[in-house]
Each structure stands twice: as C-alpha cells, then as structure tokens.
C-alpha cells in the first residue's frame, strides 16, 4: 500500500504541477498547441464582434465594437501572459486554460445582442470569465518571493474589481453599460500599462509571447476573408462584384504586409519605456483590422454602386489609418528602429502621407472598386519605399 501511495504521489506531481514561479519563465520555448487552441476560441469572440459592427455601421455600434473588442483582447492577453509567466503542459495548465474557455464560450454568444435585449447577460458573462482571470493569477502568486508580490497582489485585485465592476453594470440601462464597459476598458488598461512599467522586475517579451501577438494579427485578419466570402455568398455572381471581392481581399493582405514587414516577429527594446506601448498598441492594432474586415461585406453588396456608401468607406479608410499608425507606434519600440533608422524614418514619413491620403479617399468616396484598388496601391507605397532602400543600401555596399 505505501508503494502503491507513494507512485500515485508521483503521478499526481507530474500531471498536476504548481504554476511556474515568478520570475521562472522560460526565455526559450515553442507555443503550444494548447495555445494554439485557446487563440482559435477568441477566433470566435472576434469573429461575433466584426459581424456585430457589419450590421451596425454607424457612431453606436463602432462604440459598441470597441467596448466589446476591448474586453475581448484584454481577455486574450491575460490567458496569454498567463501561460507565457506561470503555464505548464500538464493536466492543470490544461485545465487552468479550459476553464478560461469555458468562461467565454457564454461570453461570445451574448456579443451579439450586448447592447440590447442580452446586456444582462453579457455583463454577468464577462464578469464571471474576469473572476476566473483573478483566480487564475491569484493561485499562481501564493508563495511568490518578495519582490513580486507586492505587484502580484495589485494585479489580482485590480481583475477582481474589474469583475465586481462589470456584474454591477448588469443593472444598468443599455447606454449605461456601454459608458461602463469603455471607462472600464481605458482604467484597465491603464493600470495594466502602469504594472508593466513599474513591476520590479519587468515584464520579458519573450520569442513565443512575440509569435502569440503575431498569431493574433492573423486571426483578426480572417475577418478580412471572412467578410469577402460571406459577401460574395449574398450577393450576384457577377464579374464587378467578384473583382470588389478580390481586391478586399489584397487589402487584407496589404494590411498583412505592412505589420510581418515592418513589425512581426520582431522584438522589443528591452526596456520597460517600450515594452508598454509595445504590449498595448497591439490593441488598436488589432481593432483596427477587425474594422477593416467588418467592413467587406457591405464594399461587396455595394459593388455595383457609383459611391461607396458614407459608412462603409469612412470605417475602411479611417480603420486602414489607425492600423498604419498602430504599426509605426509598434515599429518605433522595436530594437529595429534604432539598427535600421535609413529604412523606418522613411516607411514612417510614408505612411503618415498615406493615412493622409486614405482620409481624403473617404471625403471622395469612389465606387467600391476604384475605391478598394487605391488602398491597395496606399498600402503598398511603404512597402515599395522600403523595397527602394533596401536595394539601394545594398548597391551602396557592393
């Protein structure tokens, strides 16, 4: 019997570890399948949240979509530096992130109807998932060292406030719980941006965390071909319409380009005045995208028009201009920026012209199709100023 007790105490170490410490992440790993997983259900969130704002283009529902966006991020980047700081691919950081799951699965089915007949229940939703995130940190910070606790602490009951916060919003009136969730969203942020900047010692932006942000990036970029197919299934097979279609789809990708060209997989300056906005203006980044996507199926269903209608082109050209600032604000906390001034100084310069020039495209408001060609030649400029100084770097050495 001892033998036997003393196999199963084995056992049970390995499948069910403590958290890793703090100050024990691992600087060198490969993402998880596990996180892998965990991405492909915020896919969902996201997905519910661009096909909201498609149905409700106007001041309301972009307030709406980003309220619900918000949350939605914050919510992927708890489980991500969760696993990232403290995971383990054993039964209980396998748990640990089903649970996380299992919270926003109700989560995503109210987004829908949020602001209206299902706040109630989107409330309490989120309220719970923001529990559970405090519970999560909470038991990966017991018995924590001394230098970390004091953050960890701080961290714990800023997500559990934020928790008690959201279920008080399920009492209020729909207008009452958008102004909630947003001024909820910013004090979250904010206090999130003061732990990294302030927490001894700060936060290591490591190879996996970086490929997580990238990961991400393409999952909101989906919602670009998402929103061209589902556009393309309702509407005319005819050659206008599926012309429209294509070039959304090549705005995706000049949207692509713009962030793995000038941004992905690379890192940070190791210090705690760039990892913040690093970390954070992923956010806009990834809204942004989303926006963009949202927008696609109504370029679609208006393909055959003379103008673009006043939403749909305001939205697409005003979401291309924050992903393009978004990506330079990125750029300029990378160690790149500094090795490479001859390259991002230019592509900067070039995309603050382009934001420029894509608001005037919104004032114009061409046909779908003029409209989404031009944006593809936008977005391609900074790519083509880079290409131009690579090569001309390049003879200059030779």
């Known amino acids: 019997m001892p033998e036997a007790l003393e196999r199963w105490a084995r056992l049970r170490r390995r499948l069910w570890q403590p958290p890793r410490p703090h100050g024990e992440q691992p600087l060198e790993r490969a993402v998880s399948p596990l996180e892998l997983f965990y991405d492909l259900v915020v896919v969902v969130l996201v997905g519910q949240s661009a096909q909201h704002l498609t149905g409700h283009l106007t001041w309301r529902g972009l307030t709406e979509f980003a309220a619900v966006f918000t949350l939605i991020w914050i919510t992927w980047l708890n489980g991500s530096l969760y696993h990232d700081l ?43 998932l923001f529990a559970v995130l405090a519970l999560v940190w909470r038991l990966a910070g017991r018995g924590t060292s001394a230098e970390y606790r004091r953050s960890s602490r701080m961290f714990v009951a800023g997500t559990a406030a934020c928790a008690a916060l959201l279920a008080a919003t399920a009492s209020l009136s729909a207008d009452g719980r958008l102004a909630a969730w947003l001024l909820l969203d910013l004090v979250y942020l904010a206090g999130l941006g003061v732990m990294i900047g302030t927490a001894a010692p700060g936060l290591t932006v490591t190879p996996a965390l970086i490929e997580r942000f990238g990961l991400f990036i393409i999952i909101v970029l989906g919602e670009t071909v998402i929103g061209v ?75 055959p028009d003379g103008r673009t209608p006043a939403s749909i082109a305001w939205l697409l050209c005003a979401a291309t201009v924050v992903a393009l600032g978004a990506a330079m604000a990125l750029a300029a906390t990378l160690q790149a920026w500094i090795g490479d001034r001859a390259l991002y100084r230019p592509v900067a310069r070039t995309c603050a012209a382009v934001g420029v ?14 409209l989404g060609l031009a944006l593809v030649v936008l977005l391609g400029m900074p790519w083509g100023v880079a290409v131009i100084r690579r090569t001309a770097n390049e003879a200059a050495t030779e």
């Open 86 to 128: 403290h995971g383990r691919e054993d039964a209980r950081g396998r748990t640990v992130l089903l649970v996380q799951i299992l919270a926003m699965v109700p989560l995503g089915a109210f987004i829908p109807e949020a602001d209206d007949s299902r706040g109630f229940a989107f409330s309490v939703s989120a309220a719970v």
């Open 229 to 303: 197919v589902d556009g393309l299934a309702h509407g005319p097979a005819d050659v206008v319409t599926i012309a429209v279609g294509l070039v959304a789809v090549v705005i995706g990708f000049g949207a692509w380009w713009t962030y793995f060209d000038f941004v992905g997989h690379r890192p940070p300056r190791p210090t705690r005045a760039a990892t913040v906005p690093w970390v954070l203006a992923h956010l806009p980044l990834a809204a942004a995208v989303t926006a963009m996507g949202a927008t696609m199926p109504g370029l679609v269903e208006h393909a």
């Open 357 to 370: 020039l894509c608001l005037a495209l919104a004032v114009i408001r061409p046909a779908p199709l003029p």
